[in-house]
């Protein structure tokens, strides 16, 4: 059964730092992967998808690698903005299934 | 924006109810999938439609069904709602294709009293 696994649960760094979000998943027959970022209350806005062929993908200040033989995949934002803070959800399609398997998301706040 | 489009954005029913969520996919896209998403969580599977047929589910009792119509718009309805329904509830829509990327609305807020 595929698990998705995001450490840590909430982040709190100050303005300009660069920082890394982690994301880990236990069944390596993924689709794809894709991070995601939701402000409270609100959707989800797509951030970068990546094909299971790819190791990463960059647009603008974010960079998500993955290694799917590890489980692993990491989000990269360089010098954070306080704009930056929300809940950043990363998620797997699996190879058997439709469906989205999403982790539980880190909190993210960016302190001005 | 996305071009997927949810209504209402929030909504207050009482136990024991009935409601239906819509969702207006976005252009071009022939596949819509539902989710739940309680506070603090991530969002979870309630099933997906493709050309109007349901081809996966979640583990949501059928008190969740749902609906695909030809202009692949969609619907979520739930009967006999229980307090533990309160959530946001998310549709997403993409194109055809297992690979393809989830372009998710802004969820509708569902409260049950």
């Known amino acids: 059964k595929q698990e998705v696994t995001q450490i840590p649960a909430a982040l709190s760094v100050p303005e300009g730092e660069n920082l890394v979000l982690n994301c880990s998943f236990t069944d390596s027959a993924i689709y794809n992967l894709q991070w995601f970022r939701q402000d409270p209350g609100k959707g989800l806005t797509s951030l970068l998808l990546i094909q299971s062929s790819q190791r990463e993908q960059t647009s603008g200040r974010l960079n998500a690698s993955l290694d799917k033989s590890s489980g692993r995949s990491t989000l990269y934002i360089a010098a954070s903005q306080p704009g930056d803070s929300a809940t950043y959800l990363c998620?797997?399609?699996?190879?058997?299934?439709?469906?989205?398997?999403f982790g539980s998301g880190t909190r993210l706040s960016i302190r001005p | 924006e996305t071009g997927v489009t949810q209504s209402p954005t929030h909504l207050i029913k009482t136990r024991g109810q009935q409601v239906t969520l819509r969702c207006s996919s976005q252009?071009?896209?022939?596949?819509v999938s539902w989710y739940q998403q309680a506070l603090g969580q991530g969002p979870q599977f309630i099933f997906q439609y493709y050309r109007e047929e349901e081809n996966g589910r979640g583990n949501f009792p059928p008190r969740f069904s749902g609906l695909q119509f030809p202009n692949y718009s969609s619907e979520l309805n739930v009967n006999a709602l229980e307090l533990d329904d309160s959530a946001l509830y998310l549709c997403a829509s993409s194109p055809a294709g297992w690979d393809t990327e989830a372009f998710f609305g802004q969820g509708t807020r569902l409260t049950v009293v």
């Open positions: 998620a797997v399609r699996p190879s058997s299934a439709s469906k989205i398997i």
């Open positions: 252009s071009g896209h022939n596949t």
